[in-house]
């Protein structure tokens, strides 16, 4: 189901505090326990514009039905959504993500806020340590399109799910859209500009002049530093140029910059590992209740109404 629920169960006194804890974040309060790469990744909710992201996560929240249960946010990031899930749907959040400076803030954040019912853990997503059938609901919030096996990740989150479990993925990388992918081609291309400097900077530690090291760092888009390593080994000394790949790809971390994917085409991958994957309306801000109406529209008649979001959400539930 894709319906959302009648609104949130009003907050306890408690939780009520905990969420004006989370909130004061984002108002210029506890600076210490944030960094500026912090700041910068929430800069469009800073300064009394979290109501926005609550409405969000309450969003999630009734969509999933999410009460009292075992939630894990894959790809967490700093962790705000798993605080906020815990908060607003009492349930029992785990967030992983492999970024140790993510993990960090968010761990202090919820330790010193005394954020109840939350807890990190720095790993891959697509190989945790998580016990098999623990949770009644995963959420890919803005990951897959940074994943490099998609596959992988959806294996992993169909051994976290109980019998009946939910997947939820959210993502604003949609390839079934034109106008998306034209945005989408010109930043792809202006981080693939940063990472090319960081391929030289690979390769000018290996002592090559700057000259080869600007040559291969062309012929490495694509490429993690290990692969970096291994195409200028056997340029070097088997004369074999190096095979580019189309991918954006930081090279220190092997994640790939938001690639596009087409959201029709991703619900069989899904279903492969025992899901039952549909389309469903992704959520939209407050002041685009017109788009949200129309694709709510669109969605109960035709799943192509996906060419018109730039945006979706894929609601899978694990059958088998």
């Not at 200028?232 to 189309?246: C, D, E, F, G």
Request: hydrophobic share 40%; aromatic share 8%; proline share 5%.
């Amino acid at each position: 189901m894709c319906l959302v629920k009648a609104g949130p169960t009003p907050l306890s006194p408690s939780l009520d505090l905990s969420q004006s804890r989370l909130q004061s974040v984002f108002n210029n309060e506890h600076g210490e326990l944030v960094t500026p790469y912090f700041r910068t990744y929430f800069r469009s909710i800073w300064n009394h514009r979290f109501s926005h992201y609550i409405e969000k996560v309450q969003n999630i929240v009734s969509v999933l039905e999410l009460d009292g249960s075992q939630v894990a946010d894959l790809g967490c990031g700093f962790g705000i959504m798993a605080m906020e899930i815990s908060i607003l749907s009492n349930s029992f959040t785990v967030g992983v993500d492999a970024d140790m400076e993510k993990i960090m803030v968010a761990e202090t954040i919820a330790r010193n806020l005394q954020i109840p019912r939350v807890d990190f853990k720095r790993e891959s997503i697509d190989s945790t340590t998580l016990e098999k059938g623990r949770f009644d609901a995963v959420i890919l919030n803005e990951v897959i399109s940074h994943t490099p096996d998609i596959s992988a990740l959806f294996r992993e989150v169909s051994r976290l799910l109980r019998l009946g479990g939910r997947l939820m993925v959210n993502d604003s990388n949609n390839g079934a859209n034109l106008a998306s992918m034209v945005k989408h081609h010109a930043a792809r291309e202006k981080y693939e500009s940063d990472f090319q400097q960081q391929r030289r900077q690979i390769l000018r530690e290996l002592g090559l002049n700057e000259e080869t090291a600007r040559w291969l760092a062309r012929f490495t888009r694509g490429m993690t530093r290990a692969q970096i390593l291994d195409a200028a080994h056997n340029y070097l000394t088997l004369q074999k140029k190096p095979t580019p790949s189309s991918d954006v790809r930081d090279p220190n971390s092997g994640l790939y910059e938001e690639r596009m994917f087409n959201p029709i085409a991703i619900r069989p991958t899904i279903s492969k590992f025992g899901f039952k994957a549909r389309l469903c309306k992704p959520w939209y801000a407050p002041e685009s209740k017109l788009r949200s109406a129309v694709a709510q529209l669109l969605l109960t008649t035709h799943p192509l109404s996906v060419l018109i979001a730039p945006s979706y959400r894929i609601i899978a539930t694990k059958v088998k």
